[in-house]
């Protein structure tokens, strides 16, 4: 994760080995100019920020991949006929695993009804993604991760095992527990490049 990290700072995690960058905000990825690094450095460029409708078609034009992503736009996207207008982007289903009010993103009870629905914009997804709450405890975060793991088989046996491979959970504070749970992608900005960038770009 690499918001709010200038550019030299990301070039030393790639030339440490870092294949997949995710950012939070479009105008800072777009100032940051870290599409650039797709070309240069073969990198993955993530968004995994909040969707606004307005933002959909930048967001697509410039990312490889939107792990934040929202039955709105999913929806919407799934209506879209022209698929090169879409590059070859990866869509990840946002899971609000902590059922959080404030937060957007579907619950797993929610999702679970959707795929028995057969909703055809499911078929847009290559995986799901989790941000558990942050004063959740370990205990309460494997029952998270534990839940929303579940989830993802079922949506892989129901989807196409070949479609749904991306299980997004765990940052630096608990990526250990998330892998023991099932994640396949980690999510870790603090624990690469120490607390909070001093020069915020
Ligand atoms: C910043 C961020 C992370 C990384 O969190 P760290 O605690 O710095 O590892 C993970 N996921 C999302 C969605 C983020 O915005």
């Given at each position: 994760?690499?918001k709010t990290?200038?550019?030299?700072?990301?070039?030393?995690?790639?030339?440490?080995?870092?294949?997949?960058?995710?950012?939070?905000?479009?105008?800072?990825?777009?100032?940051?100019?870290?599409?650039?690094?797709?070309?240069?450095?073969?990198?993955?460029?993530?968004?995994?920020?909040?969707?606004?409708?307005?933002?959909?078609?930048?967001?697509?034009?410039?990312?490889?991949?939107?792990?934040?992503?929202?039955?709105?736009?999913?929806?919407?996207?799934?209506?879209?006929?022209?698929?090169?207008?879409?590059?070859?982007?990866?869509?990840?289903?946002?899971?609000?695993?902590?059922?959080?009010?404030?937060?957007?993103?579907?619950?797993?009870?929610?999702?679970?009804?959707?795929?028995?629905?057969?909703?055809?914009?499911?078929?847009?997804?290559?995986?799901?993604?989790?941000?558990?709450?942050?004063?959740?405890?370990?205990?309460?975060?494997?029952?998270?991760?534990?839940?929303?793991?579940?989830?993802?088989?079922?949506?892989?046996?129901?989807?196409?095992?070949?479609?749904?491979?991306?299980?997004?959970?765990?940052?630096?504070?608990?990526?250990?527990?998330?892998?023991?749970?099932?994640?396949?992608?980690?999510?870790?900005?603090?624990?690469?490049?120490?607390?909070?960038s001093?020069?915020q770009?």
């Open positions: 994760m690499t990290q200038p550019l030299p700072r990301i070039l030393e995690a790639i030339d440490a080995g870092a294949t997949e960058i995710g950012e939070n905000y479009l105008q800072e990825a777009i100032r940051k100019d870290v599409f650039a690094l797709r070309e240069s450095h073969g990198v993955t460029v993530r968004y995994i920020g909040r969707l606004q409708s307005n933002k959909y078609n930048a967001i697509l034009r410039v990312f490889d991949a939107v792990d934040s992503a929202d039955p709105e736009f999913l929806e919407r996207l799934h209506c879209v006929q022209d698929r090169v207008a879409r590059r070859a982007c990866t869509f990840l289903l946002e899971v609000n695993a902590g059922e959080e009010s404030q937060k957007g993103g579907l619950t797993v009870p929610q999702i679970r009804e959707l795929a028995a629905a057969g909703t055809p914009w499911l078929h847009e997804i290559s995986g799901l993604m989790t941000v558990v709450p942050l004063q959740a405890t370990m205990q309460m975060r494997a029952r998270m991760y534990q839940s929303v793991s579940v989830l993802f088989s079922e949506l892989a046996s129901d989807l196409g095992s070949s479609h749904v491979t991306l299980l997004s959970m765990g940052t630096s504070d608990d990526f250990e527990l998330a892998i023991e749970h099932g994640s396949n992608m980690i999510r870790v900005g603090m624990g690469i490049f120490g607390p909070c001093p020069s770009v």
